[in-house]
């Protein structure tokens, strides 16, 4: 309709110095990600954009040119996904992946991996493990993630009305990424400010298999969630809340890895020397608009010294150049490769069945090196224990070292046997350079509940806040125990029930141990805080009325900093003794409530007040604590 163009903010490059010989490097492994009985998707990534080959065939082999099948895609990328048809079901392939530059360097090849095609046709349509999370919200924008147990599309249906029964053709707009894969990211554009909005969230495979209308099934479509847009334009920089860290180093390459508090991309800049940002000569960076960032350096010299910072912009431009913060972009850092080359498997450990549905199992672990997640398992009466030989797999290709997998489509009531293995860029796991016994891992199992489930996840104790003035950031932590679930915050400068507040901050990774952290916050501010979580079943705080989730109200403050001792008294300051001020405007709390009976504002102060005349004490510091609330008296120089 010719409406632009949209102009964005100014980035900046600098060309290499010398021409490119060198192939590409994998910075994932080759991974069946998914497969059918006639079907299989491998997919891995490169170090720069460039083609993707696959030979494959029924047997192993040594040698590239060995394989009598092959598949090939000129397209240039660093993320590969090659999918595999007309395959023989319940057969065994073994695959070898290769990519070449545009510049002819390559092809780099991959270790050999193998997979079994299932033997019945794929008639189930794509789960949802991890639920949908609204992230990066901004005046006309938010960001809404989710993960499959298979490679299909995304879908986002959403309105902005509120109607309990509304079903999956009742909303108004519509949002699909067509791409397959297994981790969904759909933005919705065009919003108005400080609306709420409501919405679902679906996917379809390749073969069709697609949300269900039938009522009775609510994971695909997800039930219904909601967000409320900001009123403000974004102007503020992602802050980094967590990292940079060098994950992983060999003789030639590097993983850094880092958090931040919005969705935004990942940039690094290194060299040889450079004490700021701008003194860093090379870079390496990656579009992908994510809260978890991970960039691999490559083409480095073996036993060097190298220095780097990181910084991440997000979809308003604010960035390390734009609107800029102390975190953003990070300190240079520093890191020396390694002498020799990585030929070691990844080690595992921590595994553990952390939950199960009756038709699904949640399966983690840790590894001491970033690497993906394979998981093989059947029933005792179908496998022989050993890697290779059990009739069902899962796989994940992210590279991580906390690791995650949720398998589907089980039998209710029945009792599965388990393996799980990881390997590294490298190639080095279960089938290359293995480390036994962790890698693959002893056999573990577990035996899927008779019955759905239908309970949320379950809120234990209290909620924890811990507040930074010198950030301007809170960390809210809470745990729910007998199951994992993803981890939602909504605040406020105003008290309110839930899915009332104006503000949010998400994260998608089901965990039990759950810390979110709250950034760009104003001093002398009181925030009140509820938080919650959704299962993979998509049981949420609706679930029923006796569930412990949501949590109660919570609140808190950053108080500012107490004047120095060789500040000036000013008018109608604290210090000032001429003036005489209220109990109210001289004791300042910072509280904690989770009791709809905390008393506040000036029955705390006057409180305060009291027993500092029963006691007689000059200038002191003062915590109150009664059950779960508690108030941190900041300001000095209270007088009897």
Request: net charge negative.
């Amino acid at each position: 309709a010719g409406n632009g163009p949209t102009i964005s903010l100014q980035s900046g490059f600098l060309t290499e110095s010398t021409p490119d010989t060198t192939e590409p490097q994998f910075v994932v492994p080759p991974t069946v990600t998914s497969k059918t009985d006639t079907t299989a998707v491998i997919a891995w990534s490169t170090d720069e954009d460039s083609s993707s080959l696959v030979r494959y065939g029924t047997d192993p082999n040594d040698t590239w040119n060995s394989y009598p099948s092959s598949l090939n895609s000129a397209v240039l990328t660093e993320s590969h996904e090659i999918t595999l048809t007309n395959l023989t079901p319940d057969t065994d392939y073994f695959v070898m992946a290769g990519s070449t530059d545009a510049l002819g360097n390559g092809p780099a090849l991959s270790q050999e991996v193998g997979f079994s095609t299932d033997v019945e046709v794929d008639d189930e349509r794509p789960r949802v493990t991890v639920p949908p999370t609204v992230t990066g919200i901004t005046n006309t924008s938010v960001i809404i993630q989710w993960q499959t147990d298979e490679p299909a599309n995304g879908e986002v249906r959403f309105d902005t009305f509120d109607t309990v029964d509304s079903e999956w053709d009742d909303y108004a707009h519509v949002v699909i990424d067509s791409n397959p894969d297994t981790t969904h990211t759909v933005v919705l554009n065009n919003l108005d400010p400080e609306i709420r909005y409501y919405f679902r969230v679906g996917s379809t495979d390749a073969a069709g298999n697609g949300p269900s209308t039938d009522p009775a099934e609510t994971n695909n479509p997800f039930s219904e969630e909601m967000f409320t847009t900001l009123a403000d334009p974004d102007n503020e920089a992602p802050q980094i809340i967590k990292g940079p860290e060098v994950a992983a180093m060999d003789i030639d390459s590097a993983i850094i890895t880092w958090e931040t508090d919005e969705p935004s991309n990942s940039l690094v800049q290194y060299g040889l020397s450079g004490a700021t940002w701008s003194d860093l000569t090379s870079s390496t960076s990656d579009g992908t608009m994510t809260t978890k960032h991970s960039v691999t350096l490559t083409d480095l010299a073996p036993s060097t010294r190298y220095h780097f910072a990181v910084g991440s912009q997000d979809a308003a431009g604010n960035g390390p150049l734009v609107n800029p913060n102390a975190t953003n972009p990070s300190v240079v850092s520093s890191f020396t490769t390694e002498a020799e080359a990585d030929t070691v498997a990844p080690v595992i450990s921590n595994v553990f069945m952390s939950f199960a549905t009756d038709t699904t199992a949640l399966i983690t672990w840790i590894t001491d090196e970033p690497a993906n997640s394979l998981v093989q398992y059947g029933t005792e009466m179908m496998i022989s224990s050993e890697w290779g030989s059990y009739p069902y797999a899962e796989s994940d290709a992210d590279m991580q070292n906390e690791h995650s997998v949720t398998i589907t489509n089980l039998q209710p009531g029945t009792h599965y046997v388990f393996r799980i293995a990881s390997t590294d860029a490298n190639g080095n796991g279960p089938t290359y350079n293995p480390s036994p016994p962790t890698n693959p891992y002893i056999e573990g199992s577990f035996t899927t509940n008779v019955f759905p489930d239908t309970e949320a996840p379950q809120i234990a104790g209290d909620v924890s806040i811990v507040v930074n003035v010198a950030t301007m950031s809170a960390v809210v932590t809470w745990t729910t125990p007998d199951e994992p679930g993803n981890s939602q915050v909504q605040y406020d400068v105003i008290g309110q029930g839930c899915g009332g507040y104006a503000f949010s901050e998400n994260d998608a990774e089901m965990v039990r141990a759950h810390s979110v952290t709250l950034t760009n916050l104003l001093v002398d501010r009181i925030y009140y805080v509820r938080v919650s979580s959704v299962d993979a079943s998509g049981n949420n705080h609706a679930a029923s009325n006796t569930d412990l989730n949501p949590s109660l109200e919570y609140n808190f403050i950053l108080e500012s900093p107490p004047p120095s001792p060789d500040a000036p008294d000013l008018p109608g300051s604290p210090n000032t003794p001429a003036e005489q001020a209220s109990g109210e405007d001289v004791a300042t709390c910072f509280i904690q409530s989770s009791g709809a009976d905390m008393p506040h504002g000036r029955t705390i102060s006057w409180l305060v007040v009291a027993v500092l005349g029963i006691f007689g004490l000059g200038a002191i510091r003062m915590q109150v604590k009664h059950r779960r609330r508690r108030a941190y008296i900041l300001r000095q120089d209270l007088q009897d």
